[in-house]
């Protein structure tokens, strides 16, 4: 299991930029499937992006894709989101979350999220 403590949030203005910052604790964070979910206000939680433990990335909105990259640090147990060129829709609380191969998303570890705002 992991522990998950996002951070890097916070306001910006449109076309700014932030990187959104995930510490996990635990030796098996390498071996984990990360990602990246963010749920706006009076919305459901979406998929962001991920990326596996050989780095491999996803990304499930198309609005974030050429701007937002996913990226991991095993040595330091740390998933990034880079966001860039940031728009006030992207504004919602971030979430880390990190599953084992095999597992879904519902049953993945979650950290407690970070607000990002936008402003226009």
């Known amino acids: 299991q992991l522990q998950l403590v996002e951070s890097g949030g916070g306001l910006v203005q449109t076309g700014g930029s932030l990187r959104l910052s995930c510490a996990a604790s635990?030796?098996?964070?390498?071996?984990?499937?990360m990602g990246w979910f963010r749920q706006a206000p009076g919305k459901e939680r979406e998929f962001v992006a991920l990326?596996?433990?050989?780095?491999?990335?996803?990304y499930g909105v198309d609005s974030v894709k050429g701007r937002f990259t996913i990226s991991r640090d095993n040595a330091k147990n740390t998933v990034f989101l880079q966001m860039n060129s940031l728009k006030p829709e992207d504004t919602a609380v971030y979430y880390c979350?990190?599953?084992?191969?095999?597992?879904?998303?519902?049953?993945?570890?979650w950290g407690q999220g970070t607000q990002v705002t936008v402003s226009s």
């Open positions: 979350a990190g599953r084992p191969l095999g597992r879904t998303w519902s049953q993945a570890d």
């Open positions: 635990g030796r098996i964070f390498s071996s984990y499937i």
């Open positions: 990326i596996t433990s050989s780095a491999t990335t996803a």
